[in-house]
């Protein structure tokens, strides 16, 4: 997720797909388990007329969920983004590339067909293009717009992930000025920003931060699905460095879980992504409940898209049936009506947000 | 409990049968573990005096236990509900049937006799017919008043299922126009009707509804108990149908818990009955002191009915002589006394009620 | 514990000793695994001057334990009294003798030993008989003064055992008028009376009742210790009960836990006995800290007593050394102080407490 | 840790190192667990630039991590010592010595050389004496000098363990006049004093006695580490006394955690030290952020200390990376930004805290 500018980064990507798909890579504890939906035994609704559509920075997606960012940059993963792409197109929901920076720095048509071919199999679909926050500050606003055009991105998201970077030996760990540079391209960019986190949540006072800096969209990507740290953990146990394997352990947990990051960064910004653990249709609906406008999933895509764009589809639909179903006995005709919907919050995550909520009251007076 | 009006439901009937008989079908997590009656260690009572009886929709029941509706519709359950009957009438508690939609529209006498044994053996009993909402939108009033006939019915139930019918394949996922159908036919009917759910429960915004519809008694059937999804998953399992398996499984403990629900409803409706995992006296007990009429049961009775009307007498008096010892402990003579005695609320039924209750606050201003 | 005024009597005793020493006849949940003592690392105090020494009902005891009504009633059961008497005696602390029904009503001198021997070599000691409250309903006060001459009773414990009651096929489960009969002993005995349930517990309600009454203590022999509903329900299978053996499983953790009991009744009562699972002298000193002025154990006993009074004298030294351990790191030299001491009342027992509390300000009002 | 002034305490301390190192004396529950630092996706720092150093009691310390009071007073601690020390000093952290008193009564220069070893291998770093507040109590300012002297403390640790002492048949259990003797000196010396607990934390209102009495910090040693009653329990088992066995296993568990602790006398005192259970940089953390100037550990250090000064150094390079990790994702550049950091509670400890909290209010009023 992270890279340097160099084939060092192209080895890295290659380095995650393989631990994500061969290790333990993902906590428990997104919140959601602690969110209770109430059931509406007469939802006076017909099933075949509910409808998940949504509307997002302008465009029509068919359902409230977002394929995360995850890949590019590597011969290997043309084949990844290119099912990922075509299911999206096909079910019309959004998607996101994995990080632009080796198709911008790299000069290797290889590597730029990783990313191209999502554009090439679906023209229509709500694509996205990725870069880190760290590239902004030292890219200027043309080099940005060529990522956007690389892949006519209909958005560019940019991740934070700087616990990552903390754990890897050879981490950028320099965090200054990227709120100044996020907000600069906000401003200045031809497409909307989404900012990203990788696994550890946004807090309400980032969200806000972000608010003020004009950024378009919010993916909270929370703790509880996927963990970078874990990952990394991995990775230095082969590279033999035990303190950041240590200290990738230690905070492999670390995190605002996705519920409670979602409930915060929804007093500050009306236009929040929910990801980080969101497994099924449940959980999308769930997150739209406590005020996300869609869910996200990173990981449970990534097998299904080594066996090509019909596994892909087939696990898309059966996250909008799941959803469906959801919106059904929620008596929801429609994601406006889902996010109205009542539901109960229950055990740590209630704890955390009573008391996030009375705190943030603090920082407002 | 499903049926499309012909011998497919016929079958499908049996088929649930066999899955509860054989499958695991039970969740757990009725709330009622959380609800901690309070001992009295002088209760000035004479345990023979206990007087268990009431009162329901003008009659007089010996207990407050229901058998819940179940079966009917197939030759083969003719023998369960000559066995539930007959044992009805001995101890004087009611009984539901399950859903006349075969018997209304299939002409066979063999199904036919699986209703009408019930009135014939059970002449003076509380007994209940049984319909689907989405029949009642589609019979006139005489038809229903057929199924009411074809038993010698005092009351009519009506059961919602929607979960259960977007689980299944084959399922009628229509819901419209239902509320308007029951407000009809509860001011139309010979005899009063009671709206259940078949165990996903009820909560305190759809009791208010069907409160305001006229509805006569409400039977919150909510989870804990019997999961319909659990059932349908398995039969989707069989059926090779993946992605029905896997909402059923993954909706397997959706609904408000029978407890919460219990409570939800008593503040919307006098006459509520609490079922769905109610498993002994102490949890009929339980139901009436956070405001129940009465509890039901359905599940637990089945396998007895197969082994004839004795082994459900004898679990029928069990059931009682568990509830009139939690009525000696709580110092509570009559059912009206058990309705006022103290409890406690722990854990997440507190926290669920507490919640529900200041948000229905919100509703009401 | 319970008697019919015949030889069955002392049959009975006799299988519910074995039944205690050789079955698993404890529940857990006392509460007073959430209650915790607040540790002061500065107690000011010298160990070897902490007096746990307090004043009951007139008397003054070495330390604020009591040895539980137990036993008496059959022959087997003298070696067992004389054991306990002696090391009350010899330690200083305060003893229950077991119902003294049979006593009363057979002409034995084997049984009438079995109590007797308690006073014989335990002159000084603080030594109380104990009648059930159904037996006070029957007797007149001549009666009942002949069990406190039997063995020159302190006081008269009067047991309240309406659930073990219930559970025994042939209980005695009139509960009318004994809240009368224990306030015209109360006025009329030339001894102070303790009331005492047997496992359950006593609620709030029921001890402002027993205040009303003149009783002179209560203890309250809460849930989580010995559970007679379990003892019977081990001999409900034995007899070939199943009903009764059902009731006495489905009863067997029935009760108010002992802390929460103990916090009801010191609201209602001053001189307040904490039993029930007490098991440490670190329990007993947070009996004492919310509000005890001495905690019961009668299990614990009985092993040790067949061994004779060395072990018991032993047991009975563990707790004070324990009691007195607590005393110190609570800074507290004296009982009195040891009732001031600050604690935490956390989980189920909080919730417990929380809303039985805001109830009983209810029924102030 | 306690000692008699004779070679008895040489023995004991050997016995103690043993045990500390061959069972387990550890127990859980610090509370940290239930504390949750919470993300900043965008800290805006450079990781590099992290400064976690701190001013304490006059002097700079390169971090916030204190190698607690642990040994000396026997020729076997010596080679611990001085690799404790010259860790302490390449790193720049504080560390505490174990108890002096076998160095002030003992005539034997093997004993003293296992405490002047510090001083002359690490002549710049922050060292501290330890004396029991027992011996404070019997010694004049002349005496308590000279444990100054010996080492050139720059402080002098004061410890209270009347648990451990009542746990030991041997133990000094007067605790009277520990208070006055702890402000005779904190007036006196020439160098400021820490008192702190040995495993069992210090509550509010002791943490106030000591503000009065002039204490310039508080080092907490809450529940949760290292358990001195557990490890008496084996010594006991060993010596064949199963009274203090069994007292020393009943309080294995017993004291304030040290997250609750440190909650509590930081309300009452404004240099705090957190120890009792710390194991990572990220508990250090967490201590810092609920108010701790500082987080001390014992055991951790030991095992390294056996194998030399570069294991102890690599155990707190790892603790101070740990400790910056958790400064970035909680985008606190300082110390004392990290004190600042939003933080939620959870669980028992909040119940803890809430309550005390209600209750110090109180004690206020
Ligand atoms: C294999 C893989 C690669 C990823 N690469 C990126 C990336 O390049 N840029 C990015 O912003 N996030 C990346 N992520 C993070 C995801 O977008 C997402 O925020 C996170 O994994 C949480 O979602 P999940 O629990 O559904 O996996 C990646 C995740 C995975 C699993
Ligand atoms: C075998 C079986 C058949 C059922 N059939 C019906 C039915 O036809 N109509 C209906 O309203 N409910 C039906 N139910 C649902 C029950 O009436 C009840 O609401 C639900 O099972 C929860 O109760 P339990 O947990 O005690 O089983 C059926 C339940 C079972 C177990
Ligand atoms: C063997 C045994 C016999 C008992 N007999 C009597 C009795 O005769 N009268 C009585 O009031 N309680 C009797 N009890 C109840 C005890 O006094 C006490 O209230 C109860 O056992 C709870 O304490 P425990 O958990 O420490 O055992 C008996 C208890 C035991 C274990
Ligand atoms: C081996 C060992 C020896 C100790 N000796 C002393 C001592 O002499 N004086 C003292 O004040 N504390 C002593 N302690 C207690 C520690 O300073 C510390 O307060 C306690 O162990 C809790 O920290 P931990 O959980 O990190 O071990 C000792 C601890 C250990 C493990």
Redesign the interface.
Same mark, same amino acid.
């Given at each position: 997720m992270t890279e340097q500018g160099s084939s060092e980064t192209e080895d890295r990507k290659d380095d995650h797909i393989r631990i994500v798909q061969e290790r333990d890579v993902e906590t428990t504890g997104t919140g959601f388990e602690d969110v209770?939906l109430?059931?509406?035994?007469?939802?006076?609704? $017909? +099933? $075949?007329a509910i409808d998940p559509a949504i509307e997002f920075l302008g465009h029509e997606l068919s359902a409230p969920i977002f394929i995360e960012s995850m890949t590019g940059g590597h011969r290997n993963t043309t084949a990844i983004n290119r099912a990922l792409a075509r299911a999206a197109s096909e079910t019309g929901i959004a998607m996101g590339l994995g990080s632009q920076r080796a198709g911008l720095e790299l000069d290797d048509d290889g590597v730029l067909e990783s990313y191209t071919v999502v554009r090439d199999v679906a023209p229509d679909a709500f694509i996205y293009g990725n870069l880190g926050?760290a590239q902004l500050r030292e890219y200027d606003i043309e080099t940005v717009e060529r990522a956007v055009a690389m892949i006519e991105a209909d958005a560019l998201a940019v991740h934070?992930n700087?616990?990552q970077e903390?754990?890897q030996p050879e981490g950028d760990?320099? =965090?200054?000025?990227?709120?100044a540079a996020i907000e600069r391209v906000a401003a200045d960019l031809s497409v909307p920003i989404i900012v990203k %986190?990788t696994g550890? =949540?946004?807090?309400g006072?980032?969200a806000r931060?972000?608010s003020a800096a004009g950024v378009h969209a919010i993916d909270v990507a929370g703790?509880g699905g996927t963990t970078w740290s874990g990952i990394e953990a991995y990775r230095a146990a082969t590279a033999n460095e035990p303190?950041q394997q240590?200290?990738g352990t230690? #905070?492999r947990d670390?995190?605002?879980p996705t519920a409670a990051s979602t409930l915060e960064c929804v007093a500050e910004h009306d236009c929040v992504i929910a990801s980080g653990g969101v497994r099924? =249709?449940?959980d999308v609906a769930k997150a739209i409940a406590v005020g996300a406008r869609a869910g996200g999933l990173a990981k449970p895509f990534l097998k299904p898209a080594t066996n090509g764009p019909d596994a892909v589809i087939e696990r898309i639909?059966?996250l909008i049936?799941?959803l469906r179903?959801a919106m #059904?006995?929620t008596g929801s005709g429609s994601i406006d009506a889902l996010q109205r919907t %009542?539901y109960?919050? !229950?055990?740590?995550t209630?704890? +955390?947000v009573e !008391?996030?909520t009375s705190?943030e009251k603090q920082l407002d007076s």
């Open positions: 209770h109430v059931h509406d035994a007469l939802p006076e609704l $017909d +099933y $075949d926050a934070l700087f616990l903390a754990v760990v320099d =965090g200054r000025d990227c709120l %986190e550890n =949540g946004i807090s006072e980032t931060k972000l703790k303190r240590r200290i230690l #905070f670390w995190g605002i099924t =249709g449940l639909e059966d049936a799941e179903t #059904f006995v %009542e109960v919050l !229950q055990g740590e209630r704890e +955390y !008391q996030r705190s």
